[in-house]
């Protein structure tokens, strides 16, 4: 118990705040350094990232498998694997740019913040956040990049949404044509 309690302090505690046109994802807990904290809320945010990214490579796996075989076997493994890890470096390269370049705030932005946002207990000159404002200190590049990143996420949440209702339809037609057969 007593090492669960050590390890337990060291947290960065995540909340997502939102005041005056302002959302947040503030990084809080015993780690009082800035730049620690700010890389452990980018890892949670590439964690995040990867675990969606898996999800979805099983759905693709399971669906390409079951439903466009005649694909797979025109495709070596090699070449679909290669296929598979290049797409995914992209993605997470992408994802890893927006969270470092339109997520990252400037000093424009944390000075911003640290006048205008309260939360009871925090001293927002101290904590690490990442965030944006679409009311004040939002250039059109990051914005962009911003609607890129929803774009990416909708795609992938559609992706695993086509992917499990195809195998859903193909797992009960196969069912229902066993059940014909005997």
């Known amino acids: 118990m007593e090492k669960f309690a050590r390890t337990s302090r060291i947290q960065v505690i995540q909340q997502v ?12 807990g015993i780690v009082n350094e800035r730049s620690v904290s700010f890389t452990l809320i980018l890892l949670y945010g590439m964690v995040f990232f990867v675990s969606t990214l898996s999800v979805t490579n099983s759905f693709i796996y399971r669906y390409l498998h079951l439903c466009r075989n005649e694909f797979v076997q025109r495709v070596s493994s090699k070449q679909f694997i290669l296929i598979g890890c ?39 000159s101290r904590a690490a956040f990442f965030g944006f404002s679409m009311k004040y200190c939002m250039e059109s590049f ?3 990049l911003i609607i890129e990143l929803i774009l990416l996420l909708s795609l992938i949440a ?15 037609n196969a069912k229902q044509t066993s059940i014909k057969v005997f």
């Open 17 to 28: 705040i939102s005041q005056h046109s302002i959302l947040l994802l503030l990084g809080t």
């Open 86 to 124: 290049l797409l995914n470096m992209i993605i997470l390269g992408n994802v890893f740019y927006v969270l470092h370049v339109a997520i990252l705030p400037g000093e424009r932005f944390v000075d911003f913040v640290t006048k205008t946002v309260i939360v009871d207990g925090i001293d927002m």
């Open 142 to 144: 990051r914005l962009a």
């Open 158 to 172: 559609l992706v695993n949404v086509f992917c499990a209702l195809k195998i859903k339809s193909y797992l009960k």
